[in-house]
């Protein structure tokens, strides 16, 4: 790779639209080498490259190149209780996650790729019930913080995403002055961006930078259910 090539190239999404347009089984054994090449091969590169810049934000955020409960999520899609049995996602999705949580609800960072959008995230989505707790607690506690940590993310191009209650919660007034935020079911700052960004070299630089934009957010959730940031 030469250095004004980026690490994805255009055969990642016309990889992607064509499984879009074959999605079975069939198919996707027939052109497995084109995923490992085109596909996968890349994004763990782009892994490694992200681990080496998470440091710098947060030395508790991982970026894990492996095949199996790595950061690079998997191309098989759990089929078991949704009516749409197509076997394969049509994305390319990379999560980079807190060392104490493993799971897609930890506070992270995610990295979302696809023929029709490109998208950033970083926080916390759809959070179990013991953390969705915790985060209503610190947001009462500390409104400013949150406060803070909120407007940075809904500012420029950042916007913040998640279903909300449409009653109070449970054990909290309706009344109460945060009663909006803590109407939330996830905790997530997105930013869009143009597929051609993808294939820069300054790709996962660009990324990183967008992971410090959203400190204050990712401090303030880590902090509420007990993790360092």
């Known amino acids: 790779m030469s250095d004004d090539e980026g690490i994805f190239g255009p055969e990642l999404f016309e990889f992607l639209e064509e499984l879009e347009a074959n999605n079975n089984r069939e198919w996707f054994n027939e052109n497995r080498e084109r995923y490992e090449e085109e596909v996968r091969e890349p994004a763990f590169d782009f892994i490694r490259a ?10 508790h ?4 190149d492996t095949k199996v409960g790595g950061s690079l999520m998997r191309v098989f899609r759990d089929t078991r209780f949704s009516a749409d049995k197509t076997p394969y996602k049509t994305n390319v999705g990379i999560q980079f996650r807190h060392v104490r949580g493993g799971d897609v609800h930890t506070p992270g960072y995610y990295v979302h790729l696809d023929t029709e959008s490109c998208f950033f995230g970083a926080g916390s989505w759809m959070p ?5 707790a915790a985060y209503r607690v610190a947001i009462d506690e500390r409104p400013q913080a949150w406060i803070a940590a909120r407007d940075a993310c809904q500012s420029g191009d950042w916007r913040m995403e998640g279903e909300r209650l449409k009653r109070s919660p449970r054990d909290w007034s309706a ?3 945060m009663i909006e935020d803590l109407k939330r079911k996830s905790f997530i700052a997105v930013r869009d961006f143009d597929h051609d960004a993808v294939f820069k070299p300054d790709f996962p630089s660009l990324i990183a930078a967008w992971c410090g934009e959203t400190q204050p957010l990712m ?3 880590c902090t509420a259910v007990g993790l360092k940031f």
């Open 50 to 59: 992200m681990g080496a810049l998470l440091g710098e934000i947060s030395p």
């Open 219 to 221: 401090r303030f959730l």
């Open 128 to 132: 179990d019930r013991d953390a969705l």
């Open 61 to 64: 955020m991982t970026a894990r």
């Open 175 to 177: 009344d109460h002055p």
